[in-house]
């Protein structure tokens, strides 16, 4: 068993995330390094940030995933129990956040940040991934 709490996270940006009957996600339109939006644009009518996060098994803790763009700071919670998978080969479990911003706010050129804690027992943030906003 590992003893860190979050040992990795990744975030994908995309336009939607739909929740299938079947118990799978579907990504709409994912994004690269760069959104570009146009400058006469201020608003996107949604913006959404599928982030997993791998944990150490046995872990219980409260995870905020926490989402930056210039002024704008969004937040998304969730509890994680401590889980054990039927493989015993599996060390690790995985927690998985699907955020909509809608809409997101167009601001300047900047970055997109997302940042994963655990709040208990509280840990130093670890970056899940960013992306670019380009105006043109």
Partial sequence: ???KI???AHAIFCDDIRHE???KISLIGTYGDIIYVEKKILLLPKLCVLVKV???RGQETELTVQIKYGEQEYAAHQTV???KPEAP???TVHSVFAVEI???KVEDDGFI???VVADKPKTKPYHAGKIFLKRK
Avoid: K, Q
């Fill in 1 to 3: 068993m590992s003893d």
């Fill in 102 to 104: 809608s809409p997101f």
């Fill in 89 to 91: 080969e599996l060390e």
């Fill in 81 to 83: 129990a401590p889980f």
């Fill in 21 to 23: 009957v079947t118990n």
């Fill in 113 to 115: 940040m997302v940042d």
């Fill in 54 to 56: 791998e944990l150490g």
């Fill in 6 to 8: 979050i040992i990795s």
